[in-house]
């Protein structure tokens, strides 16, 4: 079995090696010109992208562009004497003279606004270095959402019509179309979630929260889904925590965001205890799972995911019966009683 494994592992790197030699061969003579965009022999090329993955999965393919009249216009978008392109495919029906991209007014403009409401006022700028994604689901019908983002789509239009990547956006307005965040824009008339509109949402009032959540007079919206149809319910508790006066939720992954229902917990009295830990009256929650046999009244974090109450340590959300709880202390530097240390790998 060892043999087979190890044979195997010689395989993969083998090809991976050969698909660089293969790949640094094939672009080293090709002239970079910004996007994915290469010439070569008085062709052009486009190399597609994968996030999160090595670029020398793709090689650059030909296209049809005219290489004397090439122009990269930015964010994918290029053209030639005859057409627009956008990663290197031609779009239907544009107007070439009129044509021009979309930006946004900042890159990632997710924390640029407070939340205001009766109840509390939350800077979201405070700390923040991902994507957070929050919502308050009063009125929600299904106990999970999860949105995955194959990449980032971006905007253009012409005197007739806007485009999310290379795809027109129906009835859109291009006098009054705006990009609020790389998932949301909006025109005069409607708002749009990656480039598909929003059923009933407000144009008028409607702006970004965070991330996927946004708001309007009458709805809070999770991606293009209505999640509360009362906004001045919506509360954050932090970055993995939010609350109406009946639910409270956890934001489950902050890569590809989902959001699930703390069924048991009580929502008037669950609170915060530090980052990732919480409680109501009767649970502590670590993650959004709870801890069983802690007690609620005692409880402490002690750093490093490990905690305790008045007789038991946890690792995470997990008892650990085997610690010496009298002697056991966590620091900086340790973590140990008088029998072992304990690695951060060590699991219950």
Avoid at 4 to 25: D, G, M, R, T, V
Avoid at 119 to 127: A, G, P, S, T, V
Avoid at 315 to 340: A, G, H, M, P, Q
């Amino acid at each position: 079995m060892k043999y087979l494994i190890l044979l195997l592992a010689c395989f993969i790197f083998s090809n991976c090696a050969k698909n660089k030699i293969e790949y640094h061969a094939i672009t080293s003579n090709h002239k970079q010109l910004g996007d994915g965009y290469s010439a070569f022999q008085k062709e052009i090329y486009y190399k597609q992208s994968s996030p999160g993955y090595s670029s020398n999965l793709h090689f650059p393919e030909k296209t049809e562009m005219h290489f004397g009249t090439f122009t990269n216009l930015d964010n994918r978008y290029a053209k030639d004497k005859t057409n627009i392109y956008y990663r290197g495919e031609a779009i239907s029906n544009v107007d070439l003279n009129s044509f021009s991209v979309i930006k946004l007014e900042s890159e990632f403009p997710f924390y640029e606004k407070s939340i205001l409401n009766p109840k509390k006022k939350y800077q979201l700028r405070q700390k923040i270095q991902k994507d957070i994604v929050t919502i308050s689901p009063s009125l929600i019908s299904f106990t999970s959402i999860r949105w995955e983002i194959t990449h980032m789509e971006y905007y253009a239009k012409d005197k007739n019509n806007v485009y999310c990547g290379k795809d027109t956006i129906l009835n859109a307005d291009p006098n009054t179309f705006k990009i609020l965040s790389i998932l949301f824009s909006k025109d005069k008339s409607n708002v749009y979630f990656k480039g598909e509109p929003i059923s009933n949402s407000d144009s008028q009032s409607f702006d970004i929260i965070s991330g996927f959540l946004a708001s309007d007079d009458n709805h809070i919206y999770y991606g293009d889904k209505v999640i509360s149809q009362d906004p001045e319910l919506f509360e954050i508790l932090n970055f993995n925590y939010v609350k109406d006066d009946e639910l409270v939720w956890f934001i489950r992954n902050l890569v590809f965001p989902r959001i699930e229902v703390l069924y048991g917990c009580s929502a008037k009295d669950f609170e915060i205890i530090d980052n990732r830990y919480a409680k109501d009256a009767s649970n502590v929650f670590f993650h959004g799972s709870i801890i069983e046999k802690a007690n609620v009244e005692n409880f402490q974090v002690l750093g490093q995911n490990w905690s305790k109450d008045d007789k038991n340590i946890f690792k995470v959300n997990r008892l650990c019966s085997e610690i010496d709880y009298d002697t056991f202390e966590v620091t900086d530097e340790y973590v140990k009683d008088k029998n072992r240390s304990y690695e951060k790998k060590y699991k219950p």
